[in-house]
Structure formats: C-alpha cells, structure tokens
C-alpha cells in the first residue's frame, strides 16, 4: 500500500493564505487529489495534479507538488470562513483510480 | 442532477446483531465503492464494483462483510455480525468509469454498543 501522512490540524485568520501538507512514499504515484469534507458530508474534489506537473492553480487554490521529496501542499488564498473543513490529500497509486487517502488536516479559520 | 444517495444516516445497533447499508449512485456510474471511514481517520476502500462485478475486494473483510450490487445500479452492504469496532462511517462513492472523478455520498453513520 501507500503511506500518506498530513498534519492534524491547521489555524489561520479569515483573509489570510493557508497552506496544507502532505507527504506519501509511492513514486510511482500518478495522480494526486485534495478533497474537502465539511461537517456530516461526503468527501468533494476540489482540485488534482497529475504526477508529471509541479503545479496547478485554480482560482484560490495552488496545488504544488515535489516528486523527489514526495511532498504535496494546497494553498487557499483569501481563506474565508466556509472554508473551515477537513482537507484530505489522496494519491492514486496505479493510475487506476485506486486512491490512498491521507488522515486529513482539520483547518479552521479564525473570524 | 441527484448525488450519490445513503441510507440510512444513522444507525445504533448492539453488537452481534447485523446491519445493512444502502447506495444509490449517480445516474449512469457504471463505478461504485464502498470505503470505511474510522474516526481522525482517511477513507479506505472496501471494495469497488464495475457494473455488478465487484474488481477490487481485497481489503473487505469477507468473514462478516459481504457487499453486493444486483443489476449494476443500487448496492448493499452487509456487517453479520457486527462488531465494536465496526463503529465508523461507511462511505458510498460512484464514478462514471473506472478513471473518473469520484463523487462521494454522505455516509451511513454506524454506532455498535
């Protein structure tokens, strides 16, 4: 299987920048995800990046990746109070949409 | 357009006694899965279903898990019997194929006593 380790827990203040990381060990790694998941809901995509890309940017959001550390981050800018949720990193391993999900990093933004 | 659908939201349920978790994905997704959710926890997959054929079974604990999906549409998983730490979230997704985005239900809740 993969390891996919992620911080527990992040603070920031409405308006500031926010950024998420993640770690795994599968090089082979092909396509990497952040999901969001709110209070008593399903997990939603929010954005990915495909294993041959250094960065993805959509709207607020900035996906970095560092294959030789195998580190990803997700950065919020303008981070907003709707934002406060659990943001999972997931990584599909065989490119087969067979997804290794990290144990998600609880952000919470401060009014 | 519906989302994926789960029921129920809820269960309490004393162990030893079975339980059964329902799934309707999207329109049209020949691609289902079922993932454990445990609590501070990541999903992990159970088990994914190609139209009614269930692909990846692996880490489905088949000596009380059992899952099914008759006619490639709704699907059911079973716990018998159920067991404390079976206590968790137990997540639906489905996708249009194997290689698409996969679209996350609600969850089905499950508290064993």
């Known amino acids: 299987g993969e390891d996919v380790e992620q911080s527990l827990f992040l603070s920031v203040r409405e308006g500031d920048s926010s950024v998420i990381n993640c770690t795994y060990t599968d090089s082979s790694s092909t396509y990497l995800y952040w999901y969001k998941q709110e209070p008593g809901a399903g997990l939603q995509l929010l954005t990915y990046?495909?294993?041959?890309?250094d960065m993805k940017q959509d709207q607020r959001l900035t996906v970095l990746l560092n294959k030789k550390d195998k580190h990803l981050s997700l950065r919020i800018a303008d981070t907003q109070t709707g934002d406060s949720a659990i943001y999972f990193c997931a990584v599909d391993q065989t490119g087969a949409n067979n997804l290794f999900f990290g144990t998600g990093t609880r952000l919470t933004v401060i009014p | 357009e519906a989302g994926v659908v789960q029921s129920p939201r809820y269960k309490i349920i004393e162990k030893k006694q079975p339980v059964a978790f329902w799934c309707n994905p999207i329109s049209g997704h020949n691609t289902l899965y079922w993932y454990l959710q445990n609590l501070g926890q990541g999903p992990e997959l159970l088990i994914r279903?190609?139209?009614?054929?269930?692909?990846?079974d692996s880490q489905l604990p088949k000596d009380r898990f059992s899952a099914e999906r008759l006619k490639g549409v709704d699907s059911t998983l079973k716990i018998q019997p159920a067991e404390l730490g079976d206590s968790a979230v137990y997540l639906c997704?489905?996708?249009?194929?194997?290689?698409?985005?996969?679209?996350f239900g609600p969850g089905t809740r499950l508290t064993v006593l």
């Open positions: 997704a489905s996708s249009l194929a194997l290689d698409n985005e996969q679209f």
């Open positions: 279903y190609e139209n009614e054929e269930a692909v990846d």
């Open positions: 990046i495909f294993s041959n890309m």
